[in-house]
């Protein structure tokens, strides 16, 4: 497998410092010590990043060097994008992290003044395409209109910008997962078979190898029972020799909630997403747990939440994601700590290949995964992106396009269970 070029673009190690001669002075813009502070980093053709910045109260503290505050992941055409002069560009397109002091919104009625403190920038330059880790910056540098005055910079701002290439390997689902497609690797314009995907919801028998896991009753699974729950759905990944080399099934029903007509986060459904087991032929080790329930609102949203099982960790579950999906729209469900231990409570470790159950400690943090999916009622055809860092062989991969299948699969699972289907669709089971 040929993996596709990506860059990461980290910005960390996010520190503010005031000179104590313009900490209380109104032209500094600082109304307060205390003052909360934030930046936003902004980059060309990427959504706007917001996040905290420290501030440092002795030119002694030192902030700390392997804290990442926002990252950018781009590829060749995004490059080529950002080093292209714009309509309304003269230049370059350019990395900028404004920083202000105060909030946005109001307090008790009375409206709050956020003012920018000052502005880094720095211009995107032919050495982000080499390829090749570069710190592009590291340290502190005066920013605000306060910088030149008095030979004293009135506000300093430290940052660390590193460029780290990041490549990809890039899968998608040929049709629907429901039809049992093919998966292809794309590299370019060239599409590679690489596994198919084998879906069905009878009952499982005896002979199968998941009926260890399996619960059914033996009442059977009819119009009538799908219209009270969804059970019985199982997803293969099998690779070029026709060998199941990871696989997806659910093992708590997607069942509405008391009341309602839809699967709840107090109760959602869950799959078990499970690998081959080396030690014991024609048995299947355990992975993974993908729950999923319906969050109602303007907009309903599916919710996806995501544990990496371990015989070595307390309790044997690692919470991995929890992304929410437009019901309506589609999305993308992600495995990613950059982005995720920025809002989590708790850190999300991250496994340096999808087989490592044992290393989920202190490791390379980052991308792991991603899969766009489509709304209830569309032509879903998965699109999955996978650090080539987090996969070690070819097996590693396949489990996470079982996980991919589970996660499109449940956007169907979580329908409300009285809802008329459009006539036609390839999702209504």
Same mark, same amino acid.
């Given at each position: 497998?040929?993996?596709?070029?990506?860059?990461?673009?980290?910005?960390?190690?996010?520190?503010?410092?005031?000179?104590?001669?313009?900490?209380?002075?109104?032209?500094?813009?600082?109304?307060?010590?205390?003052?909360?502070?934030?930046?936003?980093?902004?980059?060309?053709?990427?959504?706007?990043?917001?996040?905290?910045?420290?501030?440092?109260?002795?030119?002694?503290?030192?902030?700390?060097?392997?804290?990442?505050?926002?990252?950018?992941?781009?590829?060749?055409?995004?490059?080529?994008?950002l080093l292209a002069p714009g309509c309304f560009y003269a230049n370059h397109a350019c990395l900028e992290v404004a920083v202000f002091t105060g909030?946005?919104?109001?307090?008790?009625?009375?409206?709050?003044?956020?003012?920018?403190?000052?502005?880094?920038?720095?211009?995107?330059?032919?050495?982000?395409?080499?390829?090749?880790?570069?710190?592009?910056?590291?340290?502190?540098?005066?920013?605000?209109?306060?910088?030149?005055?008095?030979?004293?910079?009135?506000?300093?701002?430290?940052?660390?910008?590193?460029?780290?290439?990041?490549?990809?390997?890039?899968?998608?689902?040929?049709?629907?997962?429901?039809?049992?497609?093919?998966?292809?690797? $794309?590299?370019?314009?060239? @599409?590679?078979?690489? !596994?198919?995907?084998?879906?069905? +919801?009878?009952?499982? *028998?005896?002979?199968? %190898?998941?009926?260890?896991?399996?619960?059914?009753?033996?009442?059977?699974?009819?119009?009538?029972?799908?219209?009270?729950?969804?059970?019985?759905?199982?997803?293969?990944?099998?690779?070029?020799?026709?060998?199941?080399?990871?696989?997806?099934?659910?093992?708590?029903?997607?069942?509405?909630?008391?009341?309602?007509?839809?699967?709840?986060?107090?109760?959602?459904?869950?799959?078990?997403?499970?690998?081959?087991?080396?030690c014991r032929p024609d048995s299947w080790q355990p992975w993974g747990k993908l729950e999923a329930w319906r969050e109602r609102g303007i907009r309903?949203?599916?919710?996806?939440?995501?544990?990496?099982?371990?015989?070595?960790?307390?309790?044997?579950?690692?919470?991995?994601?929890?992304? $929410?999906?437009?019901?309506? @729209?589609?999305?993308? !469900?992600?495995?990613?700590?950059? +982005?995720?231990?920025? *809002?989590?409570?708790? %850190?999300?470790?991250?496994?340096?290949?999808?087989?490592?159950?044992?290393?989920?400690?202190?490791?390379?943090?980052?991308?792991?995964?991603?899969?766009?999916?489509?709304?209830?009622?569309?032509?879903?055809?998965p699109l999955v992106q996978l650090a080539m860092r987090h996969v070690t062989c070819v097996e590693d991969a396949a489990i996470f396009m079982a996980?991919?299948?589970?996660?499109?699969?449940?956007?169907?699972?979580?329908?409300?269970?009285?809802?008329?289907?459009?006539?036609?669709?390839?999702?209504?089971?």
């Amino acid at each position: 497998m040929d993996p596709q070029a990506f860059i990461r673009l980290s910005i960390g190690s996010l520190g503010l410092r005031i000179s104590g001669t313009t900490l209380n002075s109104e032209k500094s813009g600082i109304q307060a010590f205390t003052s909360p502070c934030s930046c936003e980093i902004r980059l060309r053709g990427f959504p706007v990043q917001t996040t905290a910045v420290p501030l440092l109260s002795s030119p002694e503290v030192a902030p700390d060097i392997h804290s990442i505050a926002s990252s950018f992941y781009l590829e060749e055409s995004d490059l080529k994008a950002l080093l292209a002069p714009g309509c309304f560009y003269a230049n370059h397109a350019c990395l900028e992290v404004a920083v202000f002091t105060g909030r946005k919104g109001s307090h008790c009625g009375v409206g709050i003044k956020r003012q920018q403190i000052g502005t880094f920038k720095l211009e995107v330059g032919p050495e982000w395409g080499e390829g090749k880790p570069v710190i592009l910056f590291n340290g502190w540098i005066g920013i605000g209109k306060n910088k030149q005055e008095s030979g004293k910079p009135g506000a300093e701002l430290h940052l660390r910008v590193k460029l780290d290439p990041d490549p990809r390997y890039v899968f998608q689902f040929e049709d629907v997962t429901t039809s049992s497609p093919q998966i292809v690797q $794309l590299q370019g314009s060239i @599409k590679q078979p690489i !596994f198919s995907c084998k879906f069905n +919801r009878d009952r499982l *028998t005896q002979v199968d %190898p998941l009926s260890t896991y399996w619960s059914t009753s033996v009442d059977g699974a009819g119009v009538e029972t799908e219209r009270r729950e969804r059970k019985g759905w199982k997803v293969k990944i099998h690779d070029l020799s026709g060998s199941a080399v990871a696989a997806a099934f659910i093992t708590t029903p997607f069942v509405p909630a008391t009341g309602c007509d839809w699967v709840a986060r107090s109760n959602p459904g869950a799959w078990l997403i499970v690998r081959p087991d080396a030690c014991r032929p024609d048995s299947w080790q355990p992975w993974g747990k993908l729950e999923a329930w319906r969050e109602r609102g303007i907009r309903d949203s599916i919710c996806c939440r995501f544990h990496l099982l371990s015989e070595g960790q307390e309790g044997g579950e690692v919470l991995m994601s929890e992304i $929410l999906i437009s019901a309506e @729209k589609g999305g993308e !469900f992600f495995i990613d700590t950059d +982005r995720q231990l920025r *809002t989590a409570a708790t %850190p999300i470790p991250s496994p340096q290949s999808s087989g490592d159950f044992s290393g989920l400690g202190p490791v390379v943090a980052g991308f792991v995964m991603s899969c766009r999916v489509q709304g209830e009622g569309k032509h879903s055809k998965p699109l999955v992106q996978l650090a080539m860092r987090h996969v070690t062989c070819v097996e590693d991969a396949a489990i996470f396009m079982a996980l991919a299948a589970a996660v499109d699969l449940s956007i169907v699972a979580c329908r409300p269970f009285r809802r008329k289907l459009r006539k036609g669709s390839r999702h209504s089971l």
